[in-house]
């Protein structure tokens, strides 16, 4: 079993920045990826950015260049920083943890709300 609790979200105005952090428990020996997922009201869930156990990491075309994945040591924790937030950003984000090929588990999510 893995636990997965995210922080940092929170409320910032268009252009601002934020950073989540995805706090990993359990048999974390086991996860190959983390990952960040979002979910807008009314819109699918969709990934964000995710970073493999060798460092490899993978973004969304919506948030090249604005987002960072990044971890602190071999899988934990795992960072989002965001910076020049949009409005449509705004967003339930979930860190999530991939075993093999499906990920597994999830965290309980942290609101992100930019305002224009």
């Known amino acids: 079993q893995v636990q997965l609790v995210e922080s940092g979200g929170g409320l910032v105005q268009s252009g601002g920045s934020l950073r989540l952090s995805c706090a990993a428990s359990?048999?974390?020996?086991?996860?190959?990826?983390m990952g960040w997922y979002r979910q807008a009201p009314g819109k699918a869930r969709e990934l964000v950015a995710d970073i493999t156990s060798g460092g490899s990491t993978n973004y969304a075309d919506s948030v090249k260049g604005r987002f960072t994945i990044s971890r602190d040591n071999a899988k934990n924790p795992v960072y989002l920083q965001m910076n020049s937030l949009k409005p449509e950003d705004t967003a339930v984000y979930y860190c999530?943890?991939?075993?093999?090929?499906?990920?597994?588990?999830w965290g309980q999510g942290t609101q992100v709300t930019v305002s224009s």
């Open positions: 359990g048999s974390i020996f086991s996860i190959n990826v």
């Open positions: 999530a943890a991939k075993l093999g090929p499906t990920y597994v588990y």
